[in-house]
C-alpha cells in the first residue's frame, strides 16, 4: 500500500472537535494507546494517532477505488443520516443510514432477493403497472415500497457483497462490524474512547458524537475514494 499525503491538518481537526472523547468512567482501557490527556473529567484523544490511522484509511480506500472495488458506509445516527446519504452518493458508494437489519450481510441470500423484490416494485410503479390494480392493494404496494426505500434504499444497487465497510459509530453498528469479521470483510471504523479498538482493521481515534468530527473524518475518506475512482476510470 503506497503512502500519499491527504492533506489531515491538526488545527482542522482540533476546530471539529475530533479530540474530544468521553468521560473518564466511560471509557475502554484498550483505547489508552490513543489517549493523551484527561480535561474537566474528559478524556482527549492523540491528535497525532487520529492522523497516522486516518492516513493509513484513505491509502487503503484509495488503493481500493483504483481496483474498482466497493465500499458500504453504514452511519445510522438520526443526525447523520443526510450526512452519510450525500457522502455515499459523492463517492459512488452503497450506504446503510436508518436501521442495520442483523443478517443483512451474512444472510446475503435473503438481502439479494428483499432487494430483487425493491427493484421490481420500483420498475414496476414507473411502468404505472399499480394503476390496474384495486387502491387497498395499491396502498399496501405503495407502503411496502416506502419502507423498502427507507432501509434498503442506500444498497438497491448492490449486487455482491461490498469489498470495504466504513462504520461511522462502532458502538450502534457492532452487529455490522461483527458481520464484517465472520465474512472475512476489512473494515474501518471511527473509534471514540469508549470503543474496542480492535473490533476494526483500522480504527481511526476520534469523537463519534459530534457532526463536525464525523464530517471531517467521512469527507477525507471519501475525497480518497473519489480519488481513487478517477485513475480507475483514466487507466480503463
Known amino acids: 500500500m503506497t503512502r500519499r499525503y491527504w492533506n489531515i491538518n491538526l488545527k482542522e481537526m482540533i476546530e471539529a472537535g475530533v479530540h474530544f472523547g468521553h468521560g473518564i468512567k466511560k471509557w475502554n482501557p484498550k483505547m489508552a494507546p490513543y489517549i493523551s490527556a484527561k480535561r474537566k473529567g474528559t478524556h482527549i484523544t492523540n491528535l497525532a494517532r487520529t492522523t497516522r490511522f486516518l492516513s493509513e484509511a484513505c491509502d487503503l480506500v484509495f488503493d481500493a477505488a483504483s481496483q474498482g472495488k466497493s465500499f458500504l458506509i453504514v452511519g445510522t445516527k438520526k443526525r447523520a443520516a443526510d450526512?452519510?446519504?450525500?457522502?455515499?452518493?459523492?463517492?459512488?458508494?452503497?450506504?446503510?443510514?436508518?436501521?442495520?437489519?442483523?443478517?443483512?450481510?451474512?444472510?446475503?441470500?435473503?438481502?439479494?432477493?428483499?432487494?430483487?423484490?425493491?427493484?421490481?416494485?420500483?420498475?414496476?410503479?414507473?411502468?404505472?403497472?399499480?394503476?390496474?390494480?384495486?387502491?387497498?392493494?395499491?396502498?399496501?404496494?405503495?407502503?411496502?415500497?416506502?419502507?423498502l426505500q427507507r432501509y434498503l434504499g442506500g444498497i438497491k444497487y448492490m449486487t455482491r457483497l461490498p469489498d470495504i465497510v466504513i462504520v461511522l459509530d462502532q458502538q450502534k453498528e457492532y452487529i455490522a462490524l461483527r458481520e464484517c469479521a465472520i465474512?472475512?470483510?476489512?473494515?474501518?471504523?471511527?473509534a471514540d474512547t469508549n470503543c474496542d479498538p480492535?473490533?476494526?482493521?483500522?480504527?481511526?481515534?476520534?469523537?463519534?458524537?459530534?457532526?463536525?468530527?464525523?464530517?471531517?473524518?467521512?469527507?477525507?475518506?471519501?475525497?480518497?475514494?473519489?480519488?481513487?475512482?478517477?485513475?480507475?476510470?483514466?487507466?480503463?
Not at 416494485?121 to 387497498?136: G, I, N, S, W, Y
Not at 465474512?183 to 471511527?190: E, K, R, Y
Not at 471531517?216 to 480519488?227: D, G, M, P, R, S
Open 183 to 190: 465474512l472475512g470483510i476489512p473494515t474501518i471504523s471511527l
Open 83 to 147: 450526512l452519510v446519504a450525500s457522502a455515499a452518493i459523492r463517492a459512488r458508494c452503497h450506504y446503510v443510514n436508518k436501521k442495520w437489519f442483523s443478517g443483512m450481510l451474512t444472510n446475503w441470500s435473503i438481502t439479494k432477493t428483499r432487494l430483487s423484490q425493491f427493484r421490481d416494485l420500483r420498475a414496476e410503479e414507473k411502468m404505472e403497472k399499480f394503476h390496474h390494480l384495486p387502491k387497498r392493494d395499491v396502498a399496501i404496494l405503495k407502503r411496502k415500497l416506502s419502507t
Open 198 to 236: 480492535d473490533l476494526a482493521n483500522i480504527s481511526i481515534p476520534a469523537n463519534d458524537d459530534t457532526m463536525t468530527s464525523i464530517r471531517l473524518i467521512l469527507n477525507k475518506l471519501v475525497f480518497a475514494i473519489c480519488e481513487g475512482r478517477s485513475l480507475y476510470i483514466r487507466n480503463l
